[in-house]
């Protein structure tokens, strides 16, 4: 193990995909065990996501979810990666972080976006339009300002208990997320491991315009992306085929379906564009055996100076997921990493 690796942070985010065979509540339930096998692996943190009216996505609800992890475990670090503020009120999610942080003090992690809903339909159901998006720096700040007390918006109104409490926010770096991080003095989470040159753009621009602030002294840098490790190539690239594809047929057709399993995928006939689609998705990312992962890590931290991998991996098969995160465990010499693996 390098001295880079072991230096650095690792981290877990489940978007609580759905698969053929199971539905949105175990979806649920399959996020918060996997808390709990990331949590004795010596994981960092568990982070979950926000997702509105998407098929094969259970995690609509991060601040809910995020509750029961944090309620089901007892040392990780629980979060949201992330809280999509232009869909909310920034007093809403002050409270709602500010209940979390009052339940399990020096946990909760709050991971902030610039998202809207990816639909005309979604973003009249939430109340929301596109343009909302802009707004981010403003309600960022505003959000900010209901924990310190600095908010001057609203006179007189409070967000109970979130003032006087300091709940660690992260930026996710889409649009202008990074820009908006360093001006406002943040950590920054940016993605994904596919995009090396924006990837690398996005953190340097990020560093070069830190301004420190009373939340962060320093830059702090969170690469996301997906990690499969297997004991063969073949076994980890089959980690990848269930997501490829979801995402694949998604850009074909519109919606977003539930993962299959990898021996389904491998026999269906895709359309040429399907196939493109595919086979592209399952490129760039750092997945094979440990000494090939660890190898891609440490280029990809000595790269880029992060101070943490936060790994996004989807996959249809969990026994196998599981497997992959003992084995990046042993990698990056956490706590509680296996000696060895068991042959899956």
């Given at each position: 193990?390098?001295?880079?690796?072991?230096s650095?942070?690792?981290?877990?985010?489940?978007?609580?995909?759905t698969?053929?065979?199971?539905?949105?509540?175990?979806?649920?339930?399959?996020?918060?065990?996997?808390?709990?096998?990331?949590?004795?692996?010596?994981?960092?943190?568990f982070?979950?996501?926000?997702?509105?009216?998407?098929?094969?996505?259970a995690?609509?609800?991060?601040?809910?979810?995020a509750?029961?992890?944090?309620?089901?475990?007892?040392?990780?670090?629980v979060?949201?990666?992330?809280?999509?503020?232009?869909?909310?009120?920034?007093?809403?999610?002050?409270?709602?972080?500010?209940?979390?942080a009052?339940?399990?003090?020096?946990?909760?992690?709050?991971g902030?976006g610039?998202?809207v809903?990816?639909?005309?339909?979604?973003?009249?159901?939430?109340?929301?339009?596109?343009?909302?998006?802009?707004?981010?720096?403003?309600q960022?700040?505003?959000?900010?300002?209901?924990?310190?007390g600095?908010?001057?918006?609203?006179?007189?109104?409070?967000a109970?208990?979130?003032?006087?409490?300091?709940?660690?926010?992260?930026?996710?770096?889409?649009?202008e997320?990074?820009?908006?991080?360093?001006?406002?003095?943040?950590?920054?989470?940016?993605?994904?491991l596919?995009?090396?040159?924006?990837?690398?753009?996005?953190?340097?621009?990020?560093?070069?315009?830190?301004?420190?602030?009373?939340?962060?002294?320093?830059?702090?840098?969170?690469?996301?992306?997906?990690?499969?490790?297997?004991?063969?190539?073949?076994?980890?690239r089959?980690?990848?085929?269930?997501?490829?594809?979801s995402?694949?047929?998604?850009?074909?057709?519109?919606?977003?379906?539930?993962?299959?399993?990898?021996?389904?995928?491998?026999?269906?006939?895709?359309?040429?564009?399907?196939r493109?689609?595919?086979?592209?998705?399952?490129?760039?990312?750092?997945?094979?055996?440990e000494?090939?992962?660890?190898?891609?890590?440490?280029?990809?931290?000595?790269?880029?100076?992060?101070?943490?991998?936060?790994?996004?991996?989807?996959t249809?098969?969990?026994?196998?997921?599981?497997?992959?995160?003992?084995r990046?465990?042993?990698?990056?010499?956490?706590?509680?990493?296996?000696?060895?693996?068991?042959?899956?």
């Amino acid at each position: 193990m390098s001295s880079a690796i072991a230096s650095t942070r690792f981290s877990f985010l489940d978007r609580s995909r759905t698969r053929e065979g199971y539905d949105g509540p175990q979806a649920l339930r399959d996020t918060v065990r996997l808390a709990g096998t990331a949590e004795a692996l010596g994981y960092y943190r568990f982070w979950v996501a926000e997702h509105h009216s998407v098929p094969g996505v259970a995690g609509s609800a991060p601040t809910v979810l995020a509750a029961a992890v944090a309620a089901a475990t007892s040392t990780i670090r629980v979060g949201t990666g992330g809280v999509m503020l232009p869909n909310h009120q920034p007093f809403v999610v002050a409270e709602q972080f500010g209940v979390l942080a009052s339940l399990f003090p020096g946990r909760i992690d709050m991971g902030l976006g610039r998202s809207v809903g990816f639909t005309d339909g979604i973003r009249r159901a939430l109340g929301r339009d596109k343009e909302d998006a802009d707004a981010f720096a403003g309600q960022l700040s505003e959000l900010l300002g209901w924990f310190d007390g600095t908010q001057r918006a609203h006179p007189q109104v409070h967000a109970r208990p979130a003032e006087g409490l300091r709940v660690p926010p992260y930026v996710l770096a889409t649009g202008e997320g990074a820009a908006i991080a360093a001006a406002a003095g943040l950590p920054l989470v940016v993605g994904d491991l596919r995009g090396r040159e924006k990837l690398m753009r996005a953190v340097e621009g990020y560093r070069s315009g830190f301004r420190p602030s009373a939340w962060a002294s320093e830059p702090y840098v969170v690469v996301a992306g997906t990690v499969a490790v297997a004991e063969t190539e073949e076994a980890a690239r089959r980690l990848l085929v269930p997501e490829a594809w979801s995402m694949a047929y998604a850009r074909s057709h519109g919606s977003f379906p539930p993962l299959a399993t990898a021996e389904r995928i491998e026999g269906l006939t895709m359309t040429p564009k399907e196939r493109e689609l595919y086979e592209s998705g399952l490129r760039g990312h750092l997945a094979g055996t440990e000494d090939a992962v660890a190898a891609g890590l440490e280029l990809v931290v000595g790269e880029t100076g992060a101070d943490e991998v936060l790994v996004t991996t989807s996959t249809y098969d969990r026994e196998a997921l599981v497997d992959s995160l003992e084995r990046l465990a042993r990698i990056a010499g956490l706590r509680g990493a296996p000696d060895t693996v068991a042959v899956t």
